[in-house]
């Protein structure tokens, strides 16, 4: 079938990334996904039959891509439907799941797997199992809060209790979730402990990804999260050397906004590009856990890298995002570095660079940090070492989630972007160097 130049997508996978699953598409090399998303985390997380934590987007099929190249994932714009939404702390509930209540939930009276759940009423015992009517929810707020917008979707407002459960009492429609999904909205649970809070907005998606090459539950496929499969006691349990073949889509980096431009790798035919867990704002780190999941419609251009083999994800953040130091140099800057060059009597021609940043995941943020200067080193073809020097003095190493998401950022010499087929991409990013 001919890739189409735009493919619209409303359906969403039920937890699993599988790869031995159908694709839609395909799309054409520099063509268009708009998808229509649905909120991350905590409404999954309370919907046992989803068995990844998430609802991500069903993948598309790229025309041209194949395992060992790379496509370029353009966020050209990401609109905020939902009218509210709820999040905070969780705890999981013993006795409720196999392992992982993210992935595994079992009834705690009729012990079936993965059960359906109807909702009755409001507040954190509404999720009862479809079969025995027992409370079922796997998480609970330790601490939480419901947050409508304001039209402009520029301000957030926490609510009291009364907003809350006014809110609850129509879940579906204040979170303006997307018709084929199936979650149960999480403002159900009418959280309300810090009322009048405000935040400002800046959407984001936590998940923008290719498909992994095994079956990987959707919230689990990055090496923090992903490190909870090893030996797990469930049906999606994997080995340390499976976990390799993870494409680290979920991220949780506040970069990835519109104008940013995500590189992912390919591990299968057609790189199957999936998206979801679109969050208003977030600070660096995630540190709650969990932050505003909200529905919404997204608009990505996807270009095939051919060649560009990569274990991980790049990316190219706005300018307004990059660390002080991994900013490219303006034409004044340069002109600077020039005179001193000529004091000092330098023959050496000075760098042209422009950033990129290596997305770097494992169990532990130190783990991640190692990870994305193995994998800029690897790239790159240098010694971790000079990746580590480079970040100290022209970028930075910033977090995406706690406990093991990191983008190492530093500015890579023109000269080294060409070698790797990103020069015009970055240079289209960023401006030609002066």
């Not at 194949?66 to 966020?75: H, Q, S, Y």
């Amino acid at each position: 079938m001919k890739g189409k130049e735009s493919i619209l997508v409303n359906q969403f996978v039920n937890g699993i990334l599988d790869p031995k699953e159908d694709m839609l598409g395909p799309v054409q090399d520099g063509g268009h996904i708009i998808a229509n998303t649905a909120p991350g985390c905590w409404g999954p997380m309370i919907t046992p039959c989803l068995r990844g934590g998430h609802e991500v987007t069903k993948p598309v099929f790229v025309e041209g891509a194949e395992p060992g190249d790379a496509i370029a994932v353009r966020i050209k714009s990401i609109r905020v439907t939902s009218i509210a939404t709820a999040s905070g702390n969780d705890a999981p509930v013993e006795g409720r799941f196999l392992g992982d209540p993210f992935v595994a939930v079992t009834c705690p009276e009729c012990s079936t797997m993965y059960p359906e759940t109807v909702i009755k009423g409001t507040g954190q015992e509404a999720i009862r199992c479809a079969e025995c009517g027992a409370d079922v929810t796997p998480f609970r707020f330790t601490h939480a809060y419901t947050m409508t917008f304001d039209d402009s979707k520029e301000i957030g407002m926490t609510l009291n209790k009364a907003g809350a459960e006014k809110i609850a009492g129509n879940g579906h429609k204040y979170m303006a979730t997307p018709e084929h999904s199936v979650q149960n909205p999480i403002v159900t649970f009418a959280p309300h402990d810090m009322p009048g809070t405000l935040a400002r907005l800046r959407p984001f998606l936590g998940q923008l990804g290719t498909t992994p090459s095994r079956p990987f539950p959707d919230s689990h496929n990055a090496g923090d999260f992903g490190s909870f499969l090893v030996d797990a006691p469930h049906e999606y349990a994997l080995t340390e050397e499976q976990l390799e073949d993870r494409t680290d889509g979920h991220m949780d980096i506040n970069r990835a906004r519109e104008g940013a431009v995500v590189i992912c790798p390919v591990k299968v035919p057609g790189g199957g590009v999936y998206l979801g867990d679109m969050h208003a704002m977030q600070g660096d780190g995630e540190i709650a856990g969990h932050t505003t999941d909200v529905s919404g419609i997204v608009t990505l251009q996807v270009n095939v890298i051919k060649g560009l083999n990569i274990e991980g994800p790049l990316i190219l953040p706005v300018h307004e995002d990059l660390p002080y130091l991994a900013k490219p140099f303006t034409k004044e800057e340069r002109e600077k570095a020039e005179r001193l060059a000529k004091d000092w009597h330098m023959e050496q021609q000075l760098e042209k660079s422009l950033p990129l940043s290596f997305v770097g995941t494992g169990p532990t943020l130190n783990e991640a940090v190692t990870n994305g200067m193995e994998r800029a080193a690897k790239l790159l073809e240098v010694s971790v070492p000079e990746v580590m020097n480079r970040s100290t003095i022209t970028g930075a190493i910033e977090i995406g989630r706690n406990p093991g998401v990191v983008t190492v950022t530093f500015l890579v010499p023109v000269e080294e972007l060409e070698k790797i087929k990103l020069d015009r991409i970055a240079i289209e990013q960023y401006g030609e160097v002066e």
